[in-house]
């Protein structure tokens, strides 16, 4: 299949393409050039488990004459997932349950999009015979997702900056004590924004890009939003095909990739009554819902950190569908967006959509009344999708997208207790390995030039 940009200006590109490129060259994102209709196959896709099922799913988006290549990566990248339903299904109570998304290597939901990343990496790295330098900034999660996803690849090598001391040790230990000599976490003396700066100031080099052969691991490459797709479709899968339209998927959300996943699948025939996007109090998505208006705001740190983002990168993909797959209008409006930091957008948003926003003190509480109303422990991003409060006649699912493991302050805090995980008590025993690199654009590319050869092959 061919994708093409939310902002028309791009030739139609091929699937390996789209994801090298991760931004269009027109400043867009990438989307398929037309969503398939699932309707004929859900029948038979019942019966799959969730490795077959990922594997066809993501089949009608494979390349011609790479479907076998293809396929084995979506096998691989679901490998190293701990449960054997990979992504269970746990019934809370009547019309209530939990998708489990963190039974991943780093416990989050971003390593189903990383893991698939890195081998499609791997891929193209064996298919062009150049080796690839990845670079990205973290502030916590994804940068241990992206790690683990591209761990041991052979010739890729891995440069993630962070800021020194103000991410979680847990978060810092899963970057840092892996082992492999082809990962570099590099401490930046500054804050995120600075390494999120020094990033951008990376790419913007067209030469450093070229002679490292620079990539990305960003939250907006099309594979990412792709492979979160399969894991609402298994969900609905799981109930009776007479029962689903009556599915509300509540989902935590930053970047708005989790909750654009389902709402495509549901465009791709695959019946539900709707959505809700929990945010934590950095609220412009449930301002959005609420009234119409796309208004950026300050960021304020919150017990849920991988949602503290006050523009949401995916949400250029939601208004390409909603303005009716117009290139122009979506230009137009993020234009709008960029030069006055606001855009109203009334009634743009359908029935099918609702929101809620809680700040720190709503999540405690929040944890505390999952913890005694259901007898289940969510982690401080999963707490603020239950604000939500089931509605009669519907089957809520909310998405969990953190092992509370990964939180210990927050939940001692909400709980006095600290639920722990075995991955996460091994890191313990291991060495840290950090590089600690001044917060300038020469330092962290000398450190690239430098480190970045692993033998391909
Ligand atoms: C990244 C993240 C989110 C937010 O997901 P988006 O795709 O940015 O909306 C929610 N919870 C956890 C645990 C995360 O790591």
């Given at each position: 299949m061919n994708f093409v940009s939310t902002r028309g200006g791009t030739a139609p590109v091929s699937f390996a393409e789209a994801v090298a490129l991760g931004l269009a060259p027109d400043g867009g994102l990438f989307v398929p050039a037309e969503l398939p209709d699932l309707r004929p196959r859900l029948a038979e896709w019942e019966a799959l488990d969730?490795?077959?099922l990922a594997e066809a799913f993501l089949g009608l988006f494979a390349d011609e004459g790479a479907e076998a290549d293809f396929r084995r990566t979506v096998r691989e990248s679901l490998a190293r997932f701990g449960h054997p339903e990979v992504a269970p299904l746990v019934r809370l109570?009547?019309?209530?349950?939990?998708?489990?998304?963190?039974?991943?290597?780093?416990?989050?939901?971003?390593?189903?999009?990383?893991?698939?990343?890195?081998?499609?990496?791997?891929?193209?790295?064996?298919?062009?015979?150049?080796?690839?330098?990845?670079?990205?900034?973290?502030?916590?999660?994804?940068?241990?997702?992206?790690?683990?996803?591209?761990?041991?690849?052979?010739?890729?090598?891995?440069?993630?900056?962070?800021?020194?001391?103000?991410?979680?040790?847990l978060q810092e230990r899963q970057m840092a004590c892996t082992g492999d000599p082809a990962v570099f976490p590099l401490a930046i003396e500054g804050s995120f924004d600075d390494a999120q700066a020094i990033v951008k100031e990376a790419f913007g080099d067209e030469a450093f890009r070229r002679e490292v052969g620079l990539s990305a691991v960003n939250s907006i490459n099309l594979a990412r939003i792709l492979a979160q797709c399969v894991y609402y479709l298994w969900a609905a899968l799981r109930f009776p095909a007479g029962e689903r339209g009556r599915i509300r998927f509540v989902v935590p959300t930053g970047n708005f990739g989790n909750v654009l996943a389902g709402w495509m699948v549901a465009r791709m025939g695959v019946p539900v009554a709707g959505f809700t996007v929990a945010t934590n109090q950095n609220d412009i998505l449930d301002r959005f819902f609420r009234t119409g208006e796309y208004?950026?705001?300050?960021?304020?740190?919150?017990?849920?950190?991988?949602?503290?983002?006050?523009?949401?990168?995916?949400?250029?993909?939601?208004?390409?569908?909603?303005?009716?797959?117009?290139?122009?209008?979506?230009?137009?409006?993020?234009?709008?967006?960029?030069?006055?930091?606001?855009?109203?957008?009334?009634?743009?948003?359908?029935?099918?959509?609702?929101?809620?926003?809680?700040?720190?003190?709503?999540?405690?509480?929040?944890?505390?009344?999952?913890?005694?109303?259901?007898?289940?422990?969510?982690?401080?991003?999963?707490?603020?999708?239950?604000?939500?409060?089931?509605?009669?006649?519907?089957?809520?699912?909310?998405?969990?997208?953190?092992?509370?493991?990964?939180?210990?302050?927050?939940?001692?805090?909400?709980?006095?207790?600290?639920?722990?995980?075995?991955?996460?008590?091994?890191?313990?025993?291991?060495?840290l390995v950090k590089y600690p690199v001044p917060a300038a654009i020469g330092a962290v590319q000398a450190f690239v030039r430098s480190h970045r050869s692993r033998p391909a092959g």
């Amino acid at each position: 299949m061919n994708f093409v940009s939310t902002r028309g200006g791009t030739a139609p590109v091929s699937f390996a393409e789209a994801v090298a490129l991760g931004l269009a060259p027109d400043g867009g994102l990438f989307v398929p050039a037309e969503l398939p209709d699932l309707r004929p196959r859900l029948a038979e896709w019942e019966a799959l488990d969730y490795p077959a099922l990922a594997e066809a799913f993501l089949g009608l988006f494979a390349d011609e004459g790479a479907e076998a290549d293809f396929r084995r990566t979506v096998r691989e990248s679901l490998a190293r997932f701990g449960h054997p339903e990979v992504a269970p299904l746990v019934r809370l109570g009547e019309g209530v349950s939990v998708l489990e998304l963190f039974h991943g290597p780093t416990l989050a939901f971003k390593d189903f999009a990383l893991q698939w990343l890195g081998r499609l990496y791997a891929g193209q790295v064996e298919r062009e015979g150049r080796e690839l330098a990845v670079l990205g900034a973290t502030s916590g999660d994804t940068g241990a997702a992206a790690i683990h996803g591209l761990l041991g690849l052979p010739g890729v090598s891995l440069f993630i900056l962070y800021p020194d001391g103000r991410i979680s040790p847990l978060q810092e230990r899963q970057m840092a004590c892996t082992g492999d000599p082809a990962v570099f976490p590099l401490a930046i003396e500054g804050s995120f924004d600075d390494a999120q700066a020094i990033v951008k100031e990376a790419f913007g080099d067209e030469a450093f890009r070229r002679e490292v052969g620079l990539s990305a691991v960003n939250s907006i490459n099309l594979a990412r939003i792709l492979a979160q797709c399969v894991y609402y479709l298994w969900a609905a899968l799981r109930f009776p095909a007479g029962e689903r339209g009556r599915i509300r998927f509540v989902v935590p959300t930053g970047n708005f990739g989790n909750v654009l996943a389902g709402w495509m699948v549901a465009r791709m025939g695959v019946p539900v009554a709707g959505f809700t996007v929990a945010t934590n109090q950095n609220d412009i998505l449930d301002r959005f819902f609420r009234t119409g208006e796309y208004r950026i705001g300050g960021v304020a740190p919150s017990l849920a950190p991988s949602m503290d983002i006050q523009v949401a990168s995916n949400f250029e993909r939601f208004l390409y569908y909603a303005v009716g797959e117009d290139p122009v209008r979506v230009g137009a409006v993020m234009a709008d967006f960029r030069a006055s930091g606001r855009v109203e957008l009334p009634g743009i948003a359908g029935e099918e959509w609702a929101s809620r926003a809680s700040d720190d003190r709503a999540i405690g509480d929040l944890l505390r009344a999952v913890d005694r109303r259901y007898g289940y422990t969510a982690d401080p991003h999963t707490a603020c999708g239950f604000a939500w409060e089931p509605r009669a006649g519907e089957e809520t699912v909310y998405l969990a997208t953190a092992h509370p493991a990964k939180f210990p302050a927050a939940m001692e805090e909400a709980l006095g207790r600290v639920p722990i995980h075995p991955t996460l008590e091994a890191l313990r025993e291991r060495e840290l390995v950090k590089y600690p690199v001044p917060a300038a654009i020469g330092a962290v590319q000398a450190f690239v030039r430098s480190h970045r050869s692993r033998p391909a092959g």
